[in-house]
């Protein structure tokens, strides 16, 4: 049996789709915390099967954006005195900067490495982003 401690004040970051937790845990950087952490993968989940979970006893900083386009199920719970304080549901952003490259080898930010990459999401039903650049198409997923 899996046995990870309560913990009292920081961030579980819940039903992230099973085998993103690894991605998730290493674009916030919690391969070199101080702090603990605990990646939980392939758990039992009612609405989805598997999930993978995120628990992190302290209260560190998330762009939560970025959290909602790596997946919009994500819900991340804020944790007080040993219970929930806040749940924040993820969402699609409008716009992502400087998470994806653009695959298009004419684009300026391909040309132009001080150029930062920019997407807007152009249909959310699909989760469609276009290059603010080149229009070039990316799809999420």
């Known amino acids: ?17 099973a085998g993103l937790g690894w991605r998730v845990f290493n674009w916030l ?18 609405k989805s099967g598997k999930k993978d979970i ?11 954006s970025i959290l909602g386009f790596i997946d919009s199920n ?3 719970n804020v944790i007080q005195d040993s219970k929930i304080a806040r749940k924040i ?4 952003p409008p716009k992502v900067e400087g998470v994806i490259k653009c695959k298009n080898p004419r684009c300026i930010t ?9 997407f807007r ?5 699909k989760k469609e982003y ?3 650049y080149c229009d070039d198409l990316y799809k999420r997923g």
């Not at 049996?1 to 789709?17: A, P, Y």
């Not at 549901?89 to 699609?92: A, C």
């Not at 391909?110 to 920019?118: A, F, L, N, R, W």
Request: proline share 3%; charged share 15%.
């Open 121 to 125: 999401l152009t249909n959310p039903s």
């Open 130 to 132: 276009r290059c603010v």
């Open 29 to 46: 950087g919690l391969d070199k915390a101080s702090f603990a952490t605990a990646l939980i993968m392939n758990a039992s989940s009612g």
């Open 74 to 76: 994500i819900t991340v």
């Open 1 to 17: 049996m899996l046995n990870v401690d309560t913990i009292k004040n920081g961030l579980v970051i819940d039903h992230i789709q």
């Open 89 to 92: 549901k993820m969402e699609l």
């Open 110 to 118: 391909v040309t132009e490495t001080y150029v930062t990459p920019q």
């Open 54 to 64: 995120i628990k992190i006893d302290n209260i560190i900083n998330i762009d939560y």
